[in-house]
């Protein structure tokens, strides 16, 4: 089943939706904690983007962005998608942001991408079972923790 486009702020997000690094952030976030401005984009499509994505972008105070492609369950302790994902960096300005979502999009629907869906369903792995998660945030810099900190749902390193 299709579902329409939407755009969810860090502070929106519920951890059945996204993968475990942004619900990782998310957690991080309600904590309290420094994290680097993101938004997730689900459901979205090449020919289909959420309506205020500009807005959410703006939000971000424009400037380079990163963009990556994720699924549910993808770093969980049956799947490890390392790699299997687009990422997008140095993304700046909206149509920027809008190509690098139809690279990520894409990426979703690759070759590499389902066969290893596939492989995981058939070992019963929630990561079969996927939707279009796109996260779009500020850069990590040094003001921020490594990537460590956002797993803290999957107990994968």
Not at 7 to 27: P, R, T
Not at 95 to 124: F, K, N, P, T
Not at 126 to 137: D, F, M, S, Y
Request: proline share 3%.
């Amino acid at each position: 089943m299709e579902h329409a486009p939407r755009i969810l702020k860090i502070s929106e997000v519920g951890a059945a939706e996204v993968d475990s690094e942004v619900a990782g952030l998310a957690d991080l976030h309600q904590m309290g904690l420094s994290v680097p401005g993101a938004f997730v984009a689900l459901d979205a499509r090449e020919a289909e983007l959420p309506e205020n994505l500009e807005e959410h972008y703006a939000a971000l105070g424009g400037g380079a962005v990163a963009v990556r492609s994720a699924a549910i369950g993808e770093d969980g302790q049956d799947a490890s998608c390392a790699g299997r994902y687009a990422t997008a960096l140095n993304v700046r300005g909206v149509e920027g942001l809008r190509r690098a979502i139809g690279v990520c999009v894409r990426w979703l629907s690759s070759a590499a991408v389902d066969a290893y869906h596939a492989e995981q369903a058939d070992g019963g792995s929630e990561v079969g079972n996927t939707r279009p998660i796109l996260t779009a945030g500020r850069e990590y810099s040094d003001n921020y923790a490594s990537d460590d900190a956002y797993l803290p749902r999957s107990g994968r390193r």
